[in-house]
């Protein structure tokens, strides 16, 4: 099964990069970029293409890694008071072995 997907994405990835150069090779002219503040002359459109979907994917993976480094960040709060919190428990109430075992089972944990 992993030989399948592994021929299927690199089937996938050959099958872009030919439609990719076959675009490139058919869109050599250059085109006019019309933007605010003016006006850019003299771009292959597979170029400006290629330029927009990388500050597309730019555009997402910023939002989406300052969130997930900002999830990282609490879950690592939060293991560092669960760990304080049972330095503390065991400080408070001292647990036997024998003792222990039957309290834990009760408790469902």
Do not use: H, Q
């Amino acid at each position: 099964m992993r030989w399948i997907r592994r021929a299927g994405m690199i089937a996938l990835f050959l099958g872009l990069l030919v439609g990719g150069w076959a675009f490139a090779g058919k869109n050599l002219e250059p085109i006019e970029i019309d933007y605010l503040a003016g006006r850019l002359p003299g771009f292959a459109l597979w170029k400006v293409l290629l330029a927009a979907g990388a500050l597309g994917a730019l555009a997402v993976w910023t939002p989406l890694t300052l969130s997930l480094l900002r999830l990282r960040l609490e879950v690592r709060r939060y293991r560092k008071e669960n760990a304080r919190m049972e330095v503390e428990l065991k400080r408070l109430r001292p647990v036997s072995d024998s003792a222990g075992a039957g309290d834990e089972s009760e408790l469902g944990d």
